[in-house]
């Protein structure tokens, strides 16, 4: 599916997010250039992407797919990883052309474990950016939480809610949430989730699990839709959205 280029009112706003599978796709081979391309297409304001993975102190495949797509990068890594010395970092990143007010990034399982190599030693946390948006502020968030370990993963996406709730301006958060929406959020919390009906988006070649999507506060209008895309083991998520006055 492509995007036609078109320019977005005050107050609106069009987020990508994908889990790009440490940049490689299912064979294997490096996918900055279907990354590259679907930012392209899709005309995304902000990129939310996890399961970056970067060589320590060198962020140089984020960075390049930033500069050559036109974005400001911001990466925070999750956690860090390597045997005597540190050797790369592995996290959530967001890419934006909006004017950046703040960013903070929170850990959401605790205690931090020591990563031995294995997914659920893993640490997850969220990345949070406040944007200027057309004269109105906004949070924008990505996350990924863990995929095996079910307790770890309740606590982490009450964490999520927690964060969110403290927050001074309307906020949307996208991820890889490992878990479909209605097994977690009630019908009475004021949470959006976009897109709705859910749709199945990992695995990529044949998906039966809603995981990936996108939260949004109460009074924020968006939609959402799955792009069917190769370059990864799940689909891409587009969100358009526009903020209460």
């Given at each position: 599916m492509t995007f036609s280029a078109s320019a977005r009112r005050d107050g609106e706003i069009r987020i990508l997010h994908w889990n790009i599978h440490?940049?490689?796709?299912?064979?294997?081979?490096?996918?900055i250039d279907a990354v590259i391309k679907l930012i392209a297409d899709a005309d995304p304001d902000v990129v939310s992407l996890v399961e970056v993975d970067e060589a320590w102190g060198a962020p140089a495949q984020l960075y390049d797919v930033a500069a050559r797509a036109g974005y400001v990068?911001?990466?925070?890594?999750?956690?860090?990883?390597?045997?005597?010395a540190p050797a790369g970092g592995f996290g959530n990143a967001l890419l934006t052309r909006l004017p950046i007010l703040a960013v903070?990034?929170?850990e959401l399982v605790w205690p931090t474990p020591l990563y031995d190599g294995s997914e659920p030693s893993e640490s997850r946390s969220v990345l949070l950016i406040k944007l200027d948006v057309g004269g109105n502020s906004l949070w924008v968030g990505s996350t990924h939480l863990p995929r095996s370990d079910d307790q770890a993963r309740h606590v982490a996406l009450q964490r999520v809610l927690t964060l969110v709730g403290k927050l001074d301006d309307p906020w949307l958060v996208c991820g890889d949430f490992n878990m479909a929406p209605p097994a977690w959020l009630a019908n009475d919390q004021a949470v959006a989730v976009r897109p709705n009906p859910m749709q199945p988006t990992h695995p990529a070649d044949e998906p039966v699990e809603p995981i990936d999507y996108c939260l949004a506060a109460f009074g924020i209008a968006a939609n959402a839709e799955v792009l069917r895309r190769t370059g990864s083991d799940h689909l891409p998520v587009v969100v358009s959205a526009r903020l209460p006055r």
């Open positions: 440490s940049w490689l796709d299912d064979s294997g081979q490096s996918n990068p911001i990466f925070i890594p999750t956690f860090e990883f390597g045997a005597e903070q990034q929170w």
